[in-house]
């Protein structure tokens, strides 16, 4: 390829050898270069393809068509540019690299790169993970020229944005105190040994040290209700404990020679402090056997416990060290009786047995419960259920938390920095001072089916997600584990509504039924089109970088619903979608929906999973149509890594139709809008999938030389989406099901 527009020397550094459109081994760029050649798109021209030396990248040179009027440029932006899509074999979301050798190095939106390589296009403001589900050929094609466009006019960088630009080749981040000043002291430090967690700068002034001496002492069990003297010096601890056949002094005498022999520097230091004396004794019911504890402890006022140790004449201070004392001597009975004692209140530690009772509840929940999500949602949900006894958790989250997740996570300002996962398991941890909590900073989908950790996910009682991620509950649906219940909760963008997912207790219904079900809620329910609108962001970093704006009143009203829901006494799921709307007064309206199974057929590569409710509206409009033929157009999702398409909408023919008894020909007139607003109000997961239609009363589905002439050109209107064609044909028979592959395969069942 010759054209002095192009940076050849770039070219032949990183792309050197030319290949062909069928030796492309990425399917994305093998469809983007088939689409851009195709007659019937002027969006884009493919010039050729090539590969680096070792063929791990491969890359498409196009020339993109760029929209341009008549109005005054702020960039120079031409009406054709090229560029050079570049992928390796098993990546979804490609790189673009403008190949004009001219072209602005200096763009708002051209992604950060070391100094001298050449930059890419910054198409997106969210992570590219985000983007992988909803990607397709056409639309990434039509996001490049729109870039294009709106960079040509200065319109592609908002005024609310940071003008720093997304660090793609740095793994680290520095933290910096709000106060932050050159003539203070800092430490800087990293609260993980994760080699990814983030940098702390905090001031170097700490509290060291220790106030008391403390020994812990268990007495031998004891008749109910003898225990009600309080000492005033520890003489009388003594003899109230001798009343009870308990020699508390050669307890403590015990303990502290056990300080002494440990050679342990830190336990010694607490010889030098205050004595405090905890005494947990057993308490005996009339027929002999314990029912329960009482637990005293008693403060010495003025007295360190290496004195009491002297005291007692089981130690004695030498070179400013306590040693143990060898020579039998007589304790010190008139200092003994100088040592004040304080009693001090106790209170139980909190258990999840207390925490039930104190929420109403009979008695803890029992159950391992995995939580997928430790962000402000995952967090606020895990320590509500705590608080109501729930206390046995996995926490599964690769994050660390932020100065901005601060505005409506649990945590506080000094665990900025920590692992979300690890800073919840701590925080339930020391709720019950157990370790009934256990962190795992794995990303949870199919990479973790390696790794030990899966098997704590398979083995827990149930399952909650609260990533916010749509690849945690697909991977879910996978698992076979029919008797754990899953499930999935997110807010809306805006910040309004909580969705719940629940899978049914046979699992007919999984996380990734139900997710494609509330796509078709999403658009056939206008009080829900809005539903996945967006809110106000708040940029927190750099331009990529940004948090919805959530008030922790609503998050914590939503959370602790779906708290309530966990430690319900409702072990299953129950194969349904709830709703919860909050208004502006902080009302709440709830909306429950139960849905119908799916049908699921392997036809070829693909699972295509047929809604009970989209067969029975063919059906309805079957039976209407008489003997006249009629269709429409199919709506639905596809997922594309377990390469499933669920089929959930069939729209009915368009008023321009035509028909007969022998022939339909489906009009266009409100299609697109149909296919338009299925996409607004899903935010691209309910799409275009193919067409149905129907055969006349008394005769079966099978196809006629138009239906595959029909199916041969959805194939054509899908393949640039990476899915295949649907068709449904509704006859005598029953309904039949044909899918057409990229290679013009079809498969096909009659169901």
């Known amino acids: 390829m010759q054209d002095e527009s192009i940076d050849e020397s770039w070219l032949s550094e990183h792309a050197p050898n030319v290949i062909c459109v ?72 490609p790189s673009v690299y403008p190949l004009r050798s001219n072209f602005p190095q200096n763009f708002p939106h051209l992604n950060a790169i070391w100094r001298g390589e050449r930059r890419s296009l910054c198409l997106y403001d969210v992570k590219v993970e985000e983007i992988e589900d909803t990607y397709s050929p056409l639309y990434f094609i039509e996001r490049i020229r729109w870039w294009f466009k709106e960079s040509a006019y200065g319109r592609l960088h908002g005024e609310d944005q940071p003008l720093d630009p997304a ?42 040290g220790m106030d008391f001496g403390c020994i812990a002492l268990e007495t031998e069990p004891v008749p109910h209700g003898q225990m009600l003297d309080l000492p005033r010096t520890f003489s009388n601890l003594v003899e109230v404990y001798e009343e009870l056949g308990v020699n508390i002094a050669e307890l403590v005498g015990e303990q502290i020679l056990d300080i002494v022999a440990s050679n342990d520097s830190e336990k010694s230091n607490r010889l030098e402090c205050d004595a405090l004396i905890v005494v947990r004794t057993p308490l005996l019911r009339e027929n002999k056997q314990v029912g329960g504890f009482s637990t005293r402890a008693y403060l010495g006022h003025e007295t360190s416990l290496g004195q009491l140790g002297e005291a007692l004449a089981v130690v004695a201070k030498h070179e400013g ?94 665990m900025v920095g920590s692992s979300k996962a690890d800073l919840l398991s701590r925080e339930i941890n020391d709720l019950f001072q157990d370790n009934c909590c256990t962190a795992y900073s794995e990303v949870v989908g199919p990479s973790i089916e390696e790794a030990s950790s899966f098997e704590v996910i398979k ?38 509504s909580l969705v719940l997912m629940e899978d049914d207790p046979e699992r007919q219904l999984t996380l990734s039924d139900l997710e494609a079900y509330y796509y078709w809620l999403l658009y056939s329910d206008d009080s829900l089109n809005d539903h996945l609108a967006f809110g106000d962001n708040i940029h927190i970093g750099s331009c990529r970088d940004a948090s919805v704006t959530i008030p922790q009143s609503s998050m914590g009203i939503f959370a602790n619903i779906i708290a309530a829901r966990v430690v319900s006494n409702e072990l299953q799921g129950t194969g349904q979608i709830s709703f919860w709307n909050l208004g502006d007064d902080h009302s709440i309206e709830s909306k429950v929906v139960t849905i ?64 007969a008894t022998s022939y339909f020909d489906r009009g266009g007139e409100g299609v697109w809008d149909s296919i338009d607003k299925a996409a607004k109000c899903t935010q691209g997961h309910l799409v275009y999938v193919g067409e149905w239609h129907t055969h006349p009363v008394g005769f079966s589905s099978a196809p006629s030389s138009l ?26 028979d029953g309904l039949r099901v044909r899918v057409i592959s990229e290679r013009k395969k079809v498969c096909e069942t009659v169901i």
């Open 459 to 496: 083995d827990a009682d149930m399952i909650v997600d609260t990533s916010a991620s749509l690849r945690v509950p697909r991977w879910l649906s996978t698992l076979e584990q029919s008797e754990k219940p899953q499930k999935s909760c997110f807010l809306t963008p805006s910040g309004s």
């Open 596 to 659: 119908a199974a799916f049908k699921k057929v392997k036809l070829g590569d693909w699972v295509v999973c047929i809604g009970d409710a989209l067969q029975n509206e063919i059906a309805n409009m079957y039976a209407l149509a008489s003997n006249q033929e009629t269709g429409g157009i199919l709506l639905g999702s596809v997922d594309l890594r377990y390469k499933t398409i669920y089929l959930t909408g069939a729209l009915p023919a368009p008023p321009d139709s035509t028909s």
């Open 321 to 414: 060290s306590y040693r143990k004392l060898f020579v039998a001597t007589q304790p010190n009975g008139e200092f003994l009786k100088k040592v004040e004692l304080l009693p001090v209140n106790v209170q139980e530690g909190f258990t999840p047995e207390k925490a039930a009772a104190c929420s109403g509840l009979s008695e803890p929940l029992e159950r391992h419960i995995a939580l997928i999500g430790a962000g402000a949602l995952g967090s606020q949900v895990a320590l509500s259920a705590a608080r109501m006894g729930a206390a046995k958790w996995s926490i599964f989250d690769p994050d660390f938390l932020f100065p901005h997740n601060l505005a409506r996570h649990i945590a506080i300002g000094s």
């Open 22 to 93: 069928y030796q492309l081994k990425n399917r994305s760029l093998k469809e983007l270069a088939r689409l851009a050649a195709s007659e019937g798109y002027e969006g884009a021209s493919l010039l050729e393809c090539r590969s680096d030396k070792n063929n791990l990248f491969q890359y498409v040179i196009l020339s993109i068509a760029v929209d341009l009027g008549q109005a005054r440029q702020v960039h120079d932006i031409q009406l054709d540019e090229l560029v050079a899509i570049k992928a390796s074999v098993d990546q979804v979301v």
């Open 707 to 732: 239906d595959d002439k029909l199916i041969s050109w959805i194939g054509d209107k899908c393949q640039f989406n990476l899915r295949p064609g649907i068709m449904l044909i509704c006859g005598s």
């Open 167 to 208: 660090l793609a080749q740095s793994f680290f981040t520095l933290l910096l105190p709000s106060q932050f000043s050159s003539d203070r002291e800092y430490s800087v430090v990293r609260t993980s040994d994760n080699s990814l967690a983030p940098i702390l700068v905090v001031p170097r002034e700490r509290r060291l």
